[in-house]
């Protein structure tokens, strides 16, 4: 699969994804820091990659529809999150990637459980 990482998610995170076997691009390599969501959001629509974040903004569907894009993963992050909790919440993710369709949907990664938001039209 292919993915977008946010600026937020730093390299061991992509290091994860690597090793797994998939393709991404990040917002850091693209020199995107600091541009807005709603352009990450845009550029992920036309390259056609599903966007992984921290950023709880992109939770919101109606400012964020997910049925127009490979998928959109929030990763919700306890406080003081360190390293090693978030690549286990990482790997958490992709195992679920072989049992569960994310494409258009909103996926939300919580320690120790992952829910898929179902969009309207995207039941099923």
Same mark, same amino acid.
């Given at each position: 699969?292919?993915?977008?990482?946010?600026?937020?998610?730093?390299? +061991?995170?992509?290091?994860?994804?690597?090793?797994?076997?998939?393709?991404?691009?990040?917002?850091?390599?693209?020199?995107?820091?600091?541009?807005?969501? #709603?352009?990450?959001?845009?550029?992920?629509?036309?390259? #056609?990659?599903?966007?992984?974040?921290?950023?709880?903004?992109?939770?919101?569907?109606?400012?964020?529809?997910?049925?127009?894009?490979?998928?959109?993963?929030?990763?919700?992050?306890?406080?003081?999150?360190?390293?090693?909790?978030?690549?286990?919440?990482?790997?958490?993710?992709?195992?679920?990637?072989?049992?569960? +369709?994310?494409?258009?949907?909103?996926?939300?990664?919580?320690?120790?459980?992952?829910?898929?938001? #179902?969009?309207?039209?995207?039941?099923?």
């Amino acid at each position: 699969m292919r993915f977008k990482l946010d600026e937020n998610l730093g390299t +061991s995170a992509q290091r994860v994804f690597r090793e797994t076997g998939h393709e991404i691009t990040t917002v850091r390599d693209e020199g995107l820091q600091e541009t807005s969501d #709603q352009t990450i959001y845009e550029k992920c629509c036309a390259e #056609q990659l599903c966007l992984v974040t921290l950023d709880l903004d992109f939770s919101n569907v109606m400012r964020f529809p997910p049925e127009k894009t490979p998928g959109i993963v929030v990763i919700r992050t306890p406080k003081n999150v360190t390293l090693d909790v978030l690549e286990r919440m990482v790997s958490q993710f992709l195992r679920i990637l072989s049992q569960v +369709s994310i494409e258009k949907q909103l996926c939300i990664v919580e320690m120790d459980r992952i829910r898929v938001h #179902q969009t309207e039209g995207n039941e099923g």
